[in-house]
């Protein structure tokens, strides 16, 4: 069956081999090679041949399987048979064909190689069989001379191995993703409970935050006709506004402090409290020494003077007064707009904030009387997250031009009117895009 003629290798020459060969493991393994064929001459001419053979320094270890049935119970227990040497016929005309669709589609084995060997050549047609089973060659028996085999051999050991190596690397790659799958999902837990943890701790500083602001109930008393329009940028707020009474005089205030969220919280729990104590405990009633007073504590109480700390706060500030029946307005960098008569009318706040950097020996500020006598009058403060937020057509800020524009618009209308309104525009001009600041607008109207 083997002839010694001279065959030259189908897939690699000599010098290849040999070098291959040539490779040692740490670890010496086997090979298992099956040779499924009812021939029991069969088993032994192609052992004796095989004898020798070493590929990448390890041997053969031959299974025998004599029937197509037995060739697919020993691949069972044998899943690491790395090639079969396949006889088409044996206990029936196809065992063989029958065997490969078993291994390849009922045990789902795709990795051992396969060489398909016939001694009736007519009984299945080489071009049909290679087109319709997967397999690695397909050879006459009488074809396999020494070189021949020797060649089938190496090359389905070598197909093998790399399509195991690929599969190792798989299988490497595949556990590394689940390592690092369950490494992010167990950050992803940690991350969640730190952000409940902070959810938590800010919605308790909500809470402490709302309860700091005045009820509206408490404003109504003394101002039956207002409003307030309050949009936090997240769940806590730099914006705040200041309610109080005293003396028969009503202190209304928008303060914007620096930033929002969290820092802007902070900032404001320190202008509520300067602000109760300056008014409420030191009854300083008039607005320009209130927002001095203000901006003294808040320096001291950040140690601006000897660091670098440069947070602050605007301010607008209305002190009506029921005596001289008008109102008292001062501005730290924020407007007063009123409107009488249908006409709005504009005061501009003073060109610097309280805290923050200070050059000029004392900051002073500018008082401001609006009379109101029996003239209904209607005033509005509001802090820079209305004129600059981005909305609109063209994503532009709103400015505020087009804030004049709104409240003149709507300042004939009922107050809890009017702030719906404003609602309402702010939230249509914004549209999809984020808010830029914190909100707050309050309007207040007066008549004696």
């Known amino acids: 069956m083997f002839a010694d003629d001279e065959d030259e290798l189908l897939f690699a020459d000599d010098d290849e081999i040999e070098n291959e060969n040539s490779e040692n493991t740490k670890e010496i393994k086997t090979w298992k090679v099956m040779i499924a064929d009812d021939e029991e001459e069969i088993h032994t001419v192609t052992k004796f041949a095989l004898s020798d053979y070493q590929y990448k320094g390890n041997k053969i270890q031959f299974i025998n399987a004599f029937t197509g049935r037995q060739a697919v119970d020993l691949l069972i227990e044998n899943p690491d048979t790395a090639l079969i040497l396949l006889d088409v016929v044996m206990e029936s005309n196809e065992a063989g064909l029958q065997a490969i669709d078993k291994i390849r589609n009922e045990l789902n084995n795709q990795f051992v190689r396969i060489v398909l060997r016939t001694g009736q050549p007519g009984q299945a047609p080489e071009e049909e069989i290679i087109l319709k089973y997967d397999i690695n060659d397909y050879k006459n028996k009488t074809e396999l001379t020494d070189k021949k085999l020797f060649t089938a051999i190496t090359t389905g050991l070598r197909s093998y191995s790399d399509i195991i190596e690929v599969e190792n690397f798989r299988q490497n790659l595949e556990q590394l993703v689940q390592d690092r799958t369950a490494e992010l999902n167990e950050q992803k837990l940690i991350l969640e409970r730190r952000n409940n943890d902070i959810m938590s701790s800010i919605n308790y500083a909500f809470r402490i935050q709302d309860a700091m602001l005045s009820d509206f109930d408490k404003i109504e008393e003394h101002l039956p006709e207002f409003f307030i329009f309050f949009q936090p940028k997240d769940i806590v707020s730099g914006d705040f506004y200041w309610f109080g009474q005293q003396d028969n005089k009503i202190i ?193 109207k007066i008549c004696f």
Request: net charge negative; proline share 3%; charged share 25%.
């Open 252 to 444: 209304i205030s928008a303060i914007d402090c620096t930033g929002h969220g969290v820092p802007g919280a902070f900032m404001s729990m320190v202008g509520d409290a300067h602000l109760n104590q300056i008014i409420l405990i030191d009854e300083v009633y008039s607005t320009n020494i209130i927002a001095q007073k203000l901006h003294q504590k808040v320096r001291q109480s950040l140690k601006q003077s000897e660091s670098q700390n440069r947070d602050g706060m605007e301010l607008g500030i209305c002190v009506i007064d029921n005596e001289r029946k008008g109102v008292e307005f001062t501005g730290a960098g924020r407007p007063l707009l009123y409107a009488q008569n249908g006409e709005l009318f504009e005061i501009k706040g003073d060109r610097q904030s309280i805290g923050g950097r200070q050059e000029e020996t004392d900051r002073i500020f500018t008082k401001h009387f609006i009379p109101v006598n029996d003239i209904p009058t209607t005033f509005y403060m509001f802090s820079d997250g209305l004129p600059d937020q981005f909305g609109g057509e063209h994503a532009r800020k709103m400015m505020i031009k087009h804030v004049r524009e709104i409240i003149l618009s709507i300042c004939d209308k009922p107050l809890e009117e009017q702030g719906k309104i404003i609602n309402q525009i702010f939230n249509e001009w914004k549209g999809d895009l984020k808010q830029t600041d914190d909100v707050l607008v309050i309007g207040f």
